[in-house]
């Protein structure tokens, strides 16, 4: 007879992100077995089914069934190893307010900061840090940018951020307007007092 997993409760959101990495083509191979693994359990299917359906050894279906009920979604990537901590990259951040700052694909409305650490490949920890450090709150925004026909937009929006998340040392930020036939009727600032033999603009 063959022996029945517990069942692993999961939410309607994670079920819904478990199988986008299932089906992902972008995620490593390794991560769409574990989400199987996850999908698999909630369903109620036998350790050995398991098993037999994605290839691994009981211990490692039992591994990733316990780090889910730990950590959830987040859980099933890869832990950190020990010794040196590991760096967040320039690119990483960049991804991480690239996905905060567009819409959601597979049904979602709003980015959630566990869906993005799936995404991009780092800790939860390390994408609110992210997030709170570029003031941006996923969860709140209303999408309105749409995407460019720029084949090379991508790319060069990843470098705009990857400048505005790590900045270099002594360096000049100027912004163009598209717009430079429209007025701004209103000052961001107040005015500042006159000075002697200036006048006011």
């Known amino acids: 007879m063959a022996r029945t997993a517990k069942p692993i409760p999961v939410s309607e959101e994670q079920r819904m992100e478990l199988e986008a990495m299932v089906r992902s083509h972008k995620l490593e191979r390794r991560y769409g077995l574990r989400a199987q693994v996850i999908v698999l359990s909630h369903d109620g299917h036998s350790l050995d089914g398991i098993i037999k359906r994605t290839g691994m050894t009981r211990p490692t279906v039992n591994k990733w069934r316990n780090r889910f009920r730990k950590l959830g979604v987040a859980g099933l990537k890869d832990a950190p190893r020990p010794g040196?901590?590991?760096?967040?990259?320039?690119q990483q951040k960049a991804r991480v307010v690239q996905k905060a700052c567009e819409k959601p694909t597979g049904g979602y409305t709003n980015w959630s900061q566990e869906r993005i650490a799936s995404e991009v490949g780092i800790s939860q920890s390390a994408v609110h840090l992210i997030l709170k450090h570029a003031d941006l709150k996923p969860h709140k925004t209303e999408y309105w940018c749409g995407k460019s026909p720029d084949p090379e937009f991508e790319s060069k929006m990843l470098t705009i951020i990857g400048l505005y998340m790590d900045p270099p040392a002594n360096a000049i930020?100027?912004?163009?307007?598209?717009?430079?036939?429209?007025?701004?009727?209103?000052?961001?600032?107040?005015?500042?007092?006159?000075?002697?033999?200036?006048?006011?603009?």
């Open 84 to 90: 040196k901590p590991g760096t967040i990259t320039a």
């Open 173 to 201: 930020v100027l912004s163009v307007d598209e717009k430079t036939q429209i007025q701004a009727l209103d000052r961001t600032q107040p005015i500042l007092p006159l000075r002697a033999a200036r006048p006011s603009a």
